[in-house]
């Protein structure tokens, strides 16, 4: 147990940072039918603006504790602020024209964002650990563990369910499945598919500009952040299954256990671990754990 329950803690830890990129890159897949390659830049992003916030809720003597709330005021934030915006201008754009096209486009604001943001912060790192040092520590059988990433953990779980209850219990998640269902037949019963669709990405901004404060509290932030935020968002959601949300949560457990497994015994391997993961899944599951093939309507 004193191996097996050090991994399993920080490997749900680190699962639950990659979920909420994971499941906003699903979620917004879902409702739009588009990869979006920009939503890694929503994650480095929030997770700038969680620092600077930080940092000056510090800087200006207030509570501790309110770092927890300039988190999540940063997700918000980056959420309202480019949600609307990057759907409208730029998204919009690419529905129903091909996969490519869509790539492209997205990739293109993805390196927009990464000069942009180089442009604003520079290049050195940015931390804020206040939260991470509030919640303090804990003793479990005998091995120290950061209040911080238990919390994470709790909070992803929470947000799953949360989700899936927006969606199956609410107008909003109605409208949704409406929408996914038939785009067409959605709006002949008058509903408004344009703005679904600014919700459902404003929505998936969110979460991901939110796993990225969260993680500004235990690893900081700089460039790159949003690359690799990105290539794990993608490998947790082909291996969950494009469009699942339970899909999502369970290939970012898996990922996240084997990449600290990996870092426990094999360090060398750790970069490529999760790639691994999702080769195998792929080569048995071609539609991930989740997914299931699906006709295209023409």
């Known amino acids: 147990m004193s191996i097996v329950l050090p991994l399993l803690v920080d490997g749900l830890a680190e699962a639950a940072l990659i979920f909420f990129v994971a499941v906003g890159l699903t979620l917004v897949f879902s409702v739009l039918r588009i990869l979006n390659v920009a939503h890694g830049s929503f994650y480095s992003i929030g997770a700038y603006v969680a620092v600077l916030l930080g940092t000056w809720v510090i800087g200006r003597g207030y509570a501790p504790a309110l ?176 469009g699942q949300i339970e899909g999502a949560l369970l290939a970012a457990v898996i990922v996240g256990i084997s990449r600290v497994v990996a870092i426990y015994f094999m360090p060398e391997l750790q970069p490529v671990a999760p790639y691994l993961v999702m080769l195998t899944v792929l080569l048995v599951r071609p539609f991930g754990l989740f997914g299931s093939p699906a006709m295209r309507r023409l």
């Open 67 to 242: 770092t927890f709330l300039s988190m999540l005021l940063a997700a918000a934030l980056v959420a309202v602020v480019l949600g609307p915006a990057i759907e409208r201008s730029f998204v919009r754009w690419t529905y129903g024209r091909p996969e490519a096209v869509q790539i492209l486009v997205t990739f293109a604001l993805f390196l927009i964002f990464e000069d942009l943001q180089k442009l604003a912060f520079g290049v050195q790192p940015y931390s804020q650990d206040a939260p991470m040092q509030l919640l303090g520590v804990s003793s479990i059988a005998g091995v120290v563990y950061l209040n911080y990433s238990i919390a994470l953990i709790v909070l992803a779980v929470a947000v799953a369910a949360g989700l899936r209850l927006l969606l199956a219990r609410t107008r909003f998640g109605k409208l949704v499945t409406a929408v996914v269902a038939d785009r067409e037949v959605a709006q002949t019963l008058g509903i408004n598919t344009e703005r679904v669709f600014v919700s459902a990405f404003t929505l998936g901004v969110f979460l991901a500009a939110l796993g990225g404060a969260l993680a500004s509290a235990t690893s900081g932030v700089a460039p790159g952040l949003g690359a690799e935020a990105i290539v794990l968002g993608f490998a947790v959601a082909a291996i969950g299954g494009l």
